[in-house]
């Protein structure tokens, strides 16, 4: 296996303000690598720069060998890295069907779309039975869902998903994880930020501990769920 | 009654030039919150090109035939209309697209005022009003009691079929999706792999287009053009624009028709006449600005989030 | 400005610094024209003063020799600022020489009127120019350092002894300022046939006043003088006012120029009432001359005026307050769509009121305005058995016509300046600026954001409708076509110019609206152009005016161009901070 994602001592501020001071992670290809850390660690900030929505202060950003740390937002999803943001930020005057084929925007090949189209259906059937409603009439749980297959409809090679189970009941966040699980058995990378560690820990191969803008702790996901100081700082165990 | 039906009918034409002029403007705000004051100078620019067409371009063996001399001029106006829009987007307003929000809108008084001395100054003659030659059929339509002229007709069905196909464009199109969620959502739009300048390009490109029809249209009608027609006319599609609804495209289309039958209806039975025909388009807009600013149209087929 | 610093290694700055100085003293004492133009011999006669008396050195030559003695004294003494005071001089230098430069040029009918023709030469502007660009890239080589800060407290003054030398010091600054507004307003003439070079004359003129202040900006001494006079408050204005009513004894002080400044008075009146409404409030208003208008017609109304339709004769006085009162009326109605409308929608609102006002102004509304016909024959001002448009004898000094109008205009600027002063920093100002920079948050901190809104509306209409009341005894005659919405925009432009939120610059802004076509009347085609480029640049280059408010840069970071998200505010603030980042980085090399 490969490093697909390489960011290394990463900063980004807004203004006088530094949201991220130093992460550095590396997501292998075929990998669920998660970022965890309280609320303000700076992980939203780094995935927004990652997709080229923010430009890095200092530090880089490597996709594939590539440096991508000076590229627009609009050609990051070109390259293969498709950005499920925080909030789910559908479009809601849109119908289900717009907004993936929004997700499609850059693809060309229209039965390839149509194909990848049924593939959400499938995996959400919920949004296929109400394809031709607008986005804004959903329940959370169904605009994640819209937002995650949004997200696929590009075929990207790496998958980042930002607080995919805020504001969902259990029963939904499970599906969620379930569905990302089924998403790297079908050979797509993802890089998983969230604040429900204990979930998210447990399904990834790799995890990261941001706080304060700099990455504190790395390893394997489950050793970081034994680890104590996570335990302590983030699971709420001691 | 007769003049009821046909002051109908010039409120109608009216309406028609003005609608074309008011998707510009409705468009751009709905993806870029500007009120774009220089788009009716846009319109004025279109009027000029294609009269630049007809007096250097044209030979004269062609200039009475219209089905020759109407697209032709039709062309001009829109080349020019649509060079001069994206000019101005992106020397005027793109540096400033993260100022604060009175610059952009300070900078668009300034466009304007800028073209029309542009025009006026350099055009040759234009600081009178310049005659426009008719070149459509010359006639007047009989519609049973009411009379309108073949030009008039032409703006209306022209500005009907227009924003028909505008908003069949923006509805079903992949760049038409890629306006819309833009207007919704920029920065999510970005992560689909929208590239916002070329859809904003794109948007001035479209309503600068309208607007150098409705230019030409309107110029065979009248048969006169001046350079401060624009500025009159561009408020006038504004208040169209807020009265419909800004951001929604068959808001504007109507709002304009409802503007045009304020004026002419207003001219002939209000108190004050003619004279006072505008003041009752700037009250209509300051009423629907402050009772319905969401305008007559409600949410529900806007281009705007 | 910034785009040229860091051109060259640091290495070079003080040999560019030193061949541009000494360019420009050459440039100085060179010829500027090779031959007699049309209309008489260039300004100055920079063409046969040469022959005959090479160093009698006037006018245009004068100044371009002094900016650059100063500057090559300079380029060898190291003071604070000095980068950013060899950049100005430099900018001075390169302008004198552009202005001589294309008007010599286009007027004698091609480069060989700058260059070298029929056997004689007269390289001054293109020296000039040389001397200008080497000076700016010199001075920026090194980085542009920081505007050095003064104490207020110097010399280890204390008390009264620290007073009176602040007293002296802020004598005198403003006297300085007198006397350059002094040479400004007369610098080429009056124009016409009679100085067919006032406009090119005028033109390099301001090059070395801005070339002076520019370099005075950049060694801090701007900066200091206005801290003293923030200390010294009461006294500042005193002088101020004490030299304002001196510019009558100056040169400036015809009956022509007394004239343009009471004109100019009156707007800068009007420009300090709408900076209420814009500068502090943040609302933007596109039909603020609106205000003027009714202010005018009130007072042409109650004027005594044989052809208003009222014909109502009161005293000026009370006639001014009317007008005031019945403005400040109509600016509360006009205010009060802010309580239901915001923003962009607003800006409409009042454009459309200001419409409104036009089209019943010219329809001749109730037979209260004259329509096409106007409102002639208004008497002047009458006061005291003295009309205001008869000449003074005062101290001895024969004070021609108009004057009397001039100081009444002072009065009432210095006074809508107190206004302003105090009302930006009572409680009502706290709540406008509040307002401006967030009203949802201004509202939850439970300031009246409704009534606060209407009051910066009806306290701004309230001092246009007095200062109209002014401008229509001064004219003469009230008509409609003195307020069409090119005016509401220029007046905002003199606002947004001079800086929003700020005296000294709606004073500035509307001086340079108002002098600038007045002094380039052989440009007047080109007036409006200009003036819409104007805005543009300045939108571009520099938005928070010339002399900007502290406060307002917060702003920048707030409500953006394209919407309103947080997010897009912080990307911004992050690209800005990246463009800091970089231009410190050219700076440095």
Request: glycine fraction near 12%; proline fraction near 4%.
């Amino acid at each position: 296996m490969s490093a697909l994602l390489e960011v290394s001592e990463l900063s980004v501020a807004y203004g006088a303000i530094e949201a991220v001071r130093s992460v550095s992670f590396v997501v292998e290809e075929g990998q669920i690598v998660c970022l965890i850390g309280a609320n303000g660690a700076g992980k939203t900030t780094t995935l927004r720069t990652i997709s080229g929505l923010l430009r890095p202060r200092a530090g880089d950003i490597r996709f594939d060998g590539e440096s991508i740390a000076k590229a627009p937002a609009h050609l990051i999803l070109g390259r293969g890295i498709a950005h499920s943001p925080e909030g789910r930020r559908v479009f809601a005057r849109m119908t289900v069907e717009e907004n993936l084929l929004l997700g499609a925007y850059t693809r060309r090949d229209e039965s390839g779309v149509q194909q990848d189209m049924n593939r959400v259906f499938e995996l959400f059937p919920v949004l296929g039975e109400r394809r031709q409603q607008k986005a804004g009439l959903f329940s959370g749980g169904e605009q994640q869902m819209l937002a995650i297959g949004r997200a696929m409809m590009s075929r990207p090679r790496l998958l980042m998903l930002d607080e995919p189970s805020m504001g969902l009941s259990p029963i939904m966040t499970q599906r969620i994880f379930d569905t990302i699980r089924e998403l790297q058995q079908g050979g797509t990378t993802i890089l998983l930020v969230e604040q429900n560690a204990l979930a998210a820990l447990a399904l990834s191969d790799r995890g990261y501990v941001v706080d304060l803008g700099q990455t504190t702790l790395e390893g394997p996901g489950h050793d970081l769920l034994a680890d104590e100081r996570v335990r302590a700082a983030y699971l709420g165990q001691g | 009654m007769t003049t009821l039906l046909q002051q109908i009918a010039n409120g109608l034409v009216q309406g028609a030039t003005i609608g074309l002029i008011a998707l510009g403007y409705t468009m751009v705000y709905g993806i870029i919150q500007l009120i774009n004051f220089a788009h009716g100078e846009v319109f004025m620019v279109g009027t000029f090109g294609a009269l630049a067409v007809y007096r250097w371009v044209l030979p004269e063996s062609v200039q009475d035939q219209w089905y020759v001399a109407l697209p032709l001029m039709l062309l001009g106006g829109i080349v020019v209309a649509v060079v001069v829009a994206v000019l101005m987007e992106r020397f005027a307003y793109r540096p400033l697209r993260n100022a604060p929000r009175l610059a952009p809108l300070i900078t668009a008084l300034g466009v304007s005022v800028a073209l029309q001395e542009v025009v006026r100054l350099w055009f040759p003659d234009a600081e009178a009003a310049q005659s426009f030659p008719r070149v459509f059929v010359d006639a007047q339509v009989d519609l049973g009691p009411v009379q309108i002229s073949a030009t008039g007709l032409l703006l209306i069905v022209v500005s009907v079929v227009l924003s028909v196909l505008l908003q069949t464009y923006v509805n079903r199109s992949r760049m038409g999706r890629a306006m819309r969620a833009t207007s919704q959502d920029r920065d999510t739009a970005r992560l689909m792999g929208v590239n916002p300048d070329r859809v904003i390009v794109l948007t001035f490109v479209l309503g600068a287009a309208l607007a150098g029809v409705a230019g030409v249209l309107y110029g065979a009608h009248l048969n006169s053009v001046d350079t401060n027609d624009g500025f009159q006319t561009g408020i006038f599609a504004f208040t169209a624009a807020v009265l419909g609804g800004i951001g929604s495209l068959r808001g504007a289309v109507i709002g304009a028709f409802i503007i045009g039958l304020i004026k002419t209806l207003g001219g002939q039975y209000l108190p004050g006449g003619t004279q006072y025909d505008y003041v009752w388009i700037f009250v209509v807009l300051i009423l629907v600005l402050v009772f319905r600013p969401q305008g007559l149209f409600g949410e529900a087929e806007r281009v705007r989030a | 400005m910034t785009r040229l610093t860091g051109f060259l290694p640091p290495a070079l700055a003080r040999p560019f610094n030193a061949v541009g100085a000494a360019l420009l003293v050459i440039a100085a004492l060179l010829p500027w024209a090779t031959f007699l133009l049309n209309d008489g011999a260039f300004p100055d006669k920079a063409t046969l003063q040469f022959f005959d008396a090479p160093l009698a050195v006037t006018g245009f030559r004068w100044q371009l020799l002094l900016i650059g003695v100063a500057a090559l004294v300079l380029a060898f003494v190291r003071i604070p600022g000095q980068g950013r005071v060899l950049r100005a001089l430099g900018w001075g230098g390169l302008a004198i020489g552009v202005v001589g430069a294309i008007f010599i040029a286009s007027e004698g009918g091609g480069l060989g009127a700058i260059t070298a023709a029929d056997g004689t030469t007269a390289f001054g502007s293109i020296v000039a120019v040389l001397g200008g660009v080497a000076l700016v890239l010199g001075s920026t080589a090194l980085g542009i350092p920081d505007i050095p800060d003064w104490p207020t407290r110097f010399f280890g003054l204390s008390g009264w002894p620290l007073r009176l030398a602040a007293w002296v010091v802020l004598v005198v600054a403003f006297g300085g300022v007198l006397y350059l507004v002094s040479l400004t307003l007369t610098a080429g003439g009056i124009g016409g046939a009679a100085d067919p070079y006032a406009g090119p004359i005028f033109l390099a003129f301001l090059g070395f006043a801005g070339a002076l202040l520019g370099a005075l900006h950049g060694a801090g001494v701007t900066r200091w003088v206005s801290r003293l006079s923030e200390e010294h408050r009461g006294f500042s204005i005193l002088v101020l006012v004490a030299c304002a009513f001196a510019l009558p004894f100056t040169e400036a002080g015809s009956q022509y120029w007394m004239q343009v400044a009471a004109t100019i008075g009156v707007y800068a009146a009007t420009a300090i009432g709408l900076n209420i409404v814009v500068g502090l409030a943040g609302l933007l208003d596109l039909g603020y001359v609106a205000f003027l208008g009714i202010g005018a017609f009130v007072a042409a109304n109650l004027s005594g005026a044989g052809a208003s339709a009222l014909g109502w004769d009161l005293p000026f006085p009370v006639a001014a307050l009317i007008a005031a009162a019945v403005a400040g009326v109509f600016g509360a109605i006009v205010g009060s769509p802010t309580l239901r409308v915001r923003g962009d929608y607003l800006a409409i609102v009042t454009l459309a009121f200001g419409e409104i006002f036009y089209r019943s102004a010219q329809n001749d509304i109730g037979e209260l305005t004259g329509g096409a016909s106007a409102i002639p024959g208004i008497p002047p001002i009458s006061m005291f058995g003295t009309a205001f448009n008869e000449p003074l004898e005062l101290f001895g000094a024969e004070l021609p016509s108009g004057v009397l109008y001039y100081f009444l205009i002072v009065l009432v600027v210095a006074a809508i300046m107190a206004v302003f002063a105090n009302l930006k920093n009572s409680r009502m100002g706290r709540a406008w600026i509040a307002i401006r920079e967030d009203e949802d948050a201004a509202r939850a901190m439970g300031i009246r954001t409704g009534k606060a809104k209407i009051l910066a509306f009806l306290v701004g209409a309230t001092l246009a409708g007095l200062a109209g009341a002014i401008f229509v005894h001064k004219l003469g005659t009230a008509s409609y076509e003195s307020f069409q919405f090119l005016e509401s925009v220029t007046l905002l432009a003199a606002v947004i110019l001079g800086g929003m939120g700020t005296i000294p610059g709606a004073v500035l802004g509307a001086s340079l609206l108002f002098v600038l076509p007045e002094k380039l009347r052989e440009f007047d085609e080109y007036r409006l152009l200009v003036f819409g480029l104007a805005l543009i640049l300045i939108m571009r280059f520099r938005p928070q005016g010339l002399v900007p408010d502290r406060v307002r840069r917060a702003e920048l970071a707030g409500e953006t161009a394209m919407g309103k998200s947080i997010e897009e505010a912080e990307e911004q603030a992050v690209l800005e901070h990246e463009e800091a980042l970089s231009a410190q980085k050219e700076d440095r090399r």
